[in-house]
């Protein structure tokens, strides 16, 4: 009878080995990390596959990128836990993709997951659930197991203690241990120091990666070599960002944002400079202060360049992530300016001016920004 019972115990052992369906593949390494599965403690290797419920740890030096069935990239950092909680996808059938991180850092590339079926893709980080509208998004899990979520593109839901919070492209999410929620604005510095400080530096472990560990994705195969012994991935999550923005996306993500905010009283605030004089003389200095004045919620701006020439809010007119504007009084003359929002949420803007009165007139450029925090 045990006998039977040892067979029986080996059979469905080997069961659920040989019907573990792999849904990743490590794609890019660098120093030590593990596995656990089903107990066993197994060492990273390029181009192995990940199965679901698999548990990877980093050590204090590490970086690991994984590329899931969907195209989803994560990258985890040095002394980080990340766990597969669940995840299916096939292109005919309903996907889903939960994921746990821990502890430590990880960055993340939404996959077609991400845009076929957002609502089923999720991070639980500690005290929040992280949920996406399509997206990029760094989370940092610390040892008092407060949390930190940064939205680099598009947007997410983070759900604390059954409360949601939005938080938009350009800004991070902060949730102390007892579950005190911050939104702020981050810089391209703050980025910049997130990474360096999370995401370890070293040289790329070489292994054996099959050609069916590589991602199809173009943007990604441009970033490998054409041979696939000894093959070396390298972290693409920048790139792929990079591609995302210069392709316009952002921009649009951007019009949306601001068509979005509503407040009255953004100030920005800067210097402008005059490229052209036209006629007799000049009435403007060749550079001095610009000032620009926007109601999101009606959609109109007043630009005040020296502080005398201004262009009228009433001829405004927006369009996506610009604007253009008129001005035709007895006083200030005639002219006409134009303006484009940028940075991360808009705060950011630059244009052209054109300023006529009588014979004489100057056309030139602006660049104004706000400290203000939109909304």
């Excluded at 659920?16 to 197994?42: E, M, Y």
């Excluded at 504007?325 to 484009?340: H, L, P, Q, R, Y």
């Amino acid at each position: 009878m045990k006998y039977l019972i040892k067979i029986a115990l080996i059979v469905l052992l080997l069961s659920v080995t040989l019907f573990a369906k792999d849904v990743a593949r490590v794609t890019g390494l660098s120093g030590d990390a593990f596995i656990q599965r089903d107990g066993t403690k197994i060492e990273v290797t390029l181009g192995m596959a990940l199965e679901e419920k698999d548990t990877i740890t980093t050590d204090s030096r590490a970086k690991v990128q994984i590329i899931f069935e969907d195209e989803t990239i994560i990258s985890l950092g040095k002394n980080s836990k990340f766990s597969i909680k669940e995840y299916f996808f096939e292109e005919t059938k309903e996907p889903v993709a939960k994921f746990a991180m821990l502890k430590g850092a990880m960055r993340t590339i939404t996959g077609k997951i991400g845009k076929v079926a957002p609502e089923k893709f999720s991070v639980e980080a500690k005290t929040a659930t992280i949920g996406i509208r399509g997206t990029n998004f760094s989370v940092l899990v610390g040892d008092d197991e407060s949390v930190q979520v940064f939205c680099t593109f598009g947007a997410i839901s983070v759900n604390v203690n059954g409360a949601e919070s939005v938080v938009n492209q350009g800004f991070y999410i902060i949730i102390s241990p007892d579950g005190g929620v911050e939104i702020k604005e981050f810089t391209p510095q703050d980025l910049k120091e997130m990474k360096e400080q999370n995401f370890a530096k070293g040289e790329s472990k070489k292994g054996d990666a099959l050609q069916d560990a590589i991602a199809t994705n173009e943007t990604q195969l441009d970033n490998t070599r054409e041979e696939f012994d000894n093959i070396v991935i390298k972290d693409i999550t920048d790139s792929v960002v990079d591609a995302e923005q210069t392709a316009g996306t952002i921009a649009t993500n951007l019009s949306d944002l601001i068509a979005g905010y509503s407040m009255s009283d953004a100030l920005y605030t800067g210097t402008y400079s005059v490229t052209q004089t036209v006629g007799l003389g000049t009435n403007l200095q060749t550079s001095g202060v610009a000032e620009l004045m926007v109601d999101f919620g009606a959609d109109t701006v007043n630009l005040s360049i020296d502080g005398g020439v201004v262009f009228f809010d009433e001829a405004t007119q927006f369009n996506g992530s610009s604007f253009s504007v008129n001005e035709n009084s007895i006083d200030s003359g005639v002219g006409s300016a134009s303006g484009t929002f940028k940075g991360a949420t808009g705060n950011i803007v630059e244009g052209n001016f054109f300023h006529l009165n009588g014979s004489n007139g100057e056309k030139g450029i602006y660049n104004v920004t706000t400290e203000q925090e939109l909304h």
